[in-house]
């Protein structure tokens, strides 16, 4: 996808502050954080959003869950860490290339 943002940082063109690359998956800082510890975990391949997925999606985003614990945990979230999908513009999404948001750290999230 030329236009799309995430595939741009997959690909190197726009720089991110990246904490894991594998032939799947990257991870990297989000660039306007909402707690001490943000990141975004995100496919290399294009997918819009959640809701685009299909059972073909599904070691994909079993890889997805699988690593967010480890990654939280490597960047200092032993007390454990939210994490949160946004799908759709009535989901609060706002780039259409699926992420999982993983964040922590600091005061006390809010009970939801
Ligand atoms: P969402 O609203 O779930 O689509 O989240 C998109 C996230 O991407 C937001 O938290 C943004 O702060 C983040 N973001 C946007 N541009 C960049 C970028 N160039 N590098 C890192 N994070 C970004
Ligand atoms: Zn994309």
Do not use: W
């Amino acid at each position: 996808m030329s236009d799309c943002l995430f595939c741009k940082i997959v690909a190197g063109t726009i720089p991110s502050k990246k904490l894991y690359e594998d032939d799947d998956l990257i991870a990297f800082h989000d660039i306007h954080p909402i707690a001490p510890v943000h990141f975004l975990l995100v496919p290399k391949m294009h997918v819009a959003g959640l809701a685009d997925c299909g059972v073909e999606h599904k070691d994909l985003l079993a890889k997805m869950l699988l690593l967010a614990p480890k990654l939280a945990v490597e960047q200092g979230l032993v007390a454990g860490f939210r994490t949160m999908i946004n799908t759709g513009s009535g989901g609060g999404q706002e780039v259409f290339h699926i992420h999982f948001h993983v964040f922590g750290g600091g005061a006390t999230i809010p009970k939801i």
